[in-house]
């Protein structure tokens, strides 16, 4: 193959690589007006969030105190309480307390644009899903296998 069609072909495979790893960019609705997902991933290390979560793409965000924040663009609910939604994640970003009481998440004391940063990045985890979460199967779409009840929520191999 020539230099320059190998080169053409570049872009190509970095978003089939990126595509891959889960982390293109969030739909419209789960993008973060004023957040830089590069900061965010700084600043979640900064911050030591990986001391209780595990974070794709965070160097040694590996624990399970917290719930895992992997595929966090396909999560319905932040904290149990709101919507997923840019605005709600970084409210409870900036006061865990006020969006769930009793959380055991610590308010960190973050700066909001840190938290806007911050959100940024996590929605570049995991794509919202083609069909909501919990969708029933539609009659005779569960092929041979036994019907299960629910949609499978995780249509991509693990990582
Ligand atoms: C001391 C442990 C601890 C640290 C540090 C921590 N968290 Fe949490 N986090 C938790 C716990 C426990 C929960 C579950 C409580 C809840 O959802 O109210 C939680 C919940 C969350 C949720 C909601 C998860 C869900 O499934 O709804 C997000 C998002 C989150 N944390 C992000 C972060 C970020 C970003 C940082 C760093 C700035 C961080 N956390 C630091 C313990 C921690």
Same mark, same amino acid.
């Given at each position: 193959m020539?230099? /320059?069609? +190998? &080169?053409a072909m570049?872009?190509?495979l970095?978003?089939?690589v990126?595509? /891959?790893c889960g982390e293109? $960019?969030?739909? $419209?609705e789960?993008?973060?007006?004023?957040?830089?997902?590069?900061?965010?991933?700084l @600043?979640?290390a900064? &911050?030591g +969030?990986? $001391? +209780? &979560?595990?974070?794709?793409?965070?160097? =040694?965000?590996?624990?399970?105190? =917290?719930? #895992?924040?992997?595929?966090?663009a396909r999560?319905?609910?932040?904290g149990g309480?709101l919507?997923?939604?840019?605005?709600?994640?970084v @409210?409870?970003?900036l006061? #865990?307390q006020?969006?769930? !009481? =009793?959380? /055991?998440?610590?308010?960190?004391?973050?700066?909001?644009?840190? /938290?806007?940063?911050?959100? $940024?990045?996590l929605?570049?985890?995991?794509?919202a899903?083609?069909? !909501? !979460?919990g969708? !029933?199967?539609a009659p005779g779409? @569960?092929?041979?296998?036994p019907? #299960?009840?629910?949609?499978p929520?995780?249509?991509?191999? @693990?990582q």
């Open positions: 020539s230099q /320059a069609r +190998c &080169h570049l872009p190509l970095a978003s089939l990126l595509g /891959a293109a $960019a969030p739909p $419209a789960l993008q973060v007006a004023g957040g830089d997902a590069g900061r965010g991933r @600043a979640i900064e &911050h +969030c990986g $001391a +209780c &979560h595990v974070i794709p793409g965070i160097p =040694g965000a590996v624990s399970w105190v =917290g719930p #895992p924040l992997m595929e966090w999560r319905s609910y932040v309480r919507p997923n939604a840019p605005q709600n994640l @409210a409870f970003l006061d #865990p006020a969006i769930s !009481p =009793g959380s /055991a998440m610590p308010d960190l004391a973050l700066r909001e644009a840190e /938290a806007l940063d911050i959100a $940024a990045y929605y570049t985890l995991g794509r899903p083609a069909v !909501p !979460p969708q !029933p199967l779409e @569960a092929g041979t296998q019907e #299960p009840r629910l949609r929520r995780f249509d991509r191999p @693990a």
